[in-house]
């Protein structure tokens, strides 16, 4: 090695031995001098304004400005990024500074930055070239929804951002469990008018155009549900259920088999149908309830049957027998029951069947409320009854279900 080299070295581990800092000791032998002044003097803006014409000569001025943006956005350091910013936006076609924006934009937003943020999309927008322009906004909002940052998240959905960056910031927030933030961006995907203003490439027709918005929205919400139910992300699932179901019927039966439908809903857990109120549950079971695969039926009615919260409130009895049942799924079930019960009770209530019902068919119901499924018939009857005796079991339910008024078609076609 020359010595004038040896020198620089050993010029260098002096310096920083000096300034009493490992970590410019190790900058100092690995990084060239300029890069070196830019580190020293990151929080001094007016330094930084003396570097600057070296920096804009220099062959790596686009890592020496992606640096001074990156830090200032990081900190907040408001001063030093106004100085640096409209160079950076002067040049935001040129190769690797739309990467330099980026960086900023991720560390900004996940360190709640929100004068540079905001300050960082004004000058976005007025990028001329709209491809990077659109880009750029779409990055800002894929950030946000991965920080969950709600309120900026609001702001650039009012700008013009692409479709696609919309959903691939919903599929982000529902990976992250943020609640709020994928309520947001699935509002904005359902809202028909401001899809058809996201520039979804359709067709000139209207039927063309909506079934353009349909296939976006059932897509973006797909692939979100698919991605919350692979993370274990059980507030967002219960976010996106009821959405995707909806999304559902409006597609025939082939187009739901090509979404995978039935398999994503068995995969749904119970968790992920626990934050839903009791009153949800009900409505989309009433709503999908014959179509829905039956792992999603039991999970919703394993949910209904109640929690330590939700202990139940009313006691039903026949022949000596009785049992404790949620009233709320009485009154789903039966309209006997939602007539007689009326108004929620104040208490505990006892309603008395006897005679009208008999004990063990008052068990079978029970069953059926809370399992959607019906025990044979032969499993109600005395181990010496014969076949008229089995008939005879199955005469007194149906009769039990018309006078609970509890559907006795399908209870029929239930009982075996």
Not at 300 to 306: C, P, V
Not at 367 to 377: C, E, F, I, R
Request: proline content about 5%; aromatic content about 6%.
């Amino acid at each position: 090695m020359p010595l004038p080299a040896i020198g620089q070295i050993f010029g260098r581990i002096y310096r920083a031995i000096e300034s009493i800092s490992i970590v410019r000791l190790i900058c100092c032998l690995f990084i060239t001098d300029l890069e070196m002044l830019i580190i020293r003097n990151m929080s001094h803006t007016s330094k930084i304004k003396k570097l600057l014409p070296r920096i804009l000569q220099s062959d790596n001025a686009t890592h020496f400005l992606g640096r001074i943006l990156g830090d200032s956005a990081l900190v907040g350091h408001w001063e030093t990024y106004q100085l640096v910013a409209p160079t950076v936006f002067e040049r935001v076609a040129l190769p690797g500074y739309k990467e330099v924006v980026t960086e900023a934009l991720s560390l900004c937003i996940s360190k709640a930055s929100s004068a540079i943020a905001q300050d960082l999309v004004s000058k976005i927008l007025l990028i001329p070239q709209a491809e990077l322009r659109a880009q750029l906004l779409g990055w800002a909002l894929i950030c946000s929804a991965q920080e969950n940052n709600v309120g900026f998240a609001e702001r650039l959905l009012r700008e013009d951002v692409g479709h696609r960056y919309v959903h691939i910031a919903l599929q982000c927030s529902a990976s992250r469990n943020h609640s709020q933030a994928t309520t947001l961006f699935l509002d904005d995907i359902l809202n028909e008018e401001i899809a058809e203003n996201r520039a979804l490439d359709a067709p000139p027709t209207p039927q063309g155009r909506r079934t353009s918005i349909v296939s976006y929205q059932c897509y973006s919400i797909t692939s979100a549900l698919t991605s919350a139910i692979n993370s274990d992300c059980y507030e967002t699932i219960a976010v996106l259920l009821t959405a995707f179901l909806a999304c559902m019927q409006k597609i025939d039966a082939a187009s739901q088999h090509s979404f995978h439908r039935n398999t994503i809903l068995a995969r749904v857990p119970l968790e992920g149908v626990e934050p839903l109120s009791r009153s949800v549950c009900f409505h989309l079971l009433r709503q999908h309830g014959d179509d829905l695969p039956p792992q999603l039926v039991t999970t919703f009615l394993n949910r209904l049957s109640g929690s330590i919260d939700e202990q139940p409130d009313t006691t039903l009895q026949a022949d000596g027998t009785s049992t404790r049942v949620h009233r709320d799924v009485l009154v789903h079930w039966s309209p006997y029951f939602a007539d007689r019960l009326g108004k929620p009770p104040a208490a505990s209530t006892l309603i008395d069947l006897s005679g009208d019902v008999p004990g063990k068919a008052l068990g079978i119901f029970v069953q059926y409320m809370y399992s959607g499924a019906l025990p044979p018939v032969s499993a109600l009857c005395w181990a010496a009854e014969d076949e008229a005796g089995v008939e005879k079991r199955r005469r007194e339910i149906l009769d039990a279900a018309r006078f609970l008024k509890i559907e006795p078609l399908r209870v029929l076609r239930g009982l075996r």
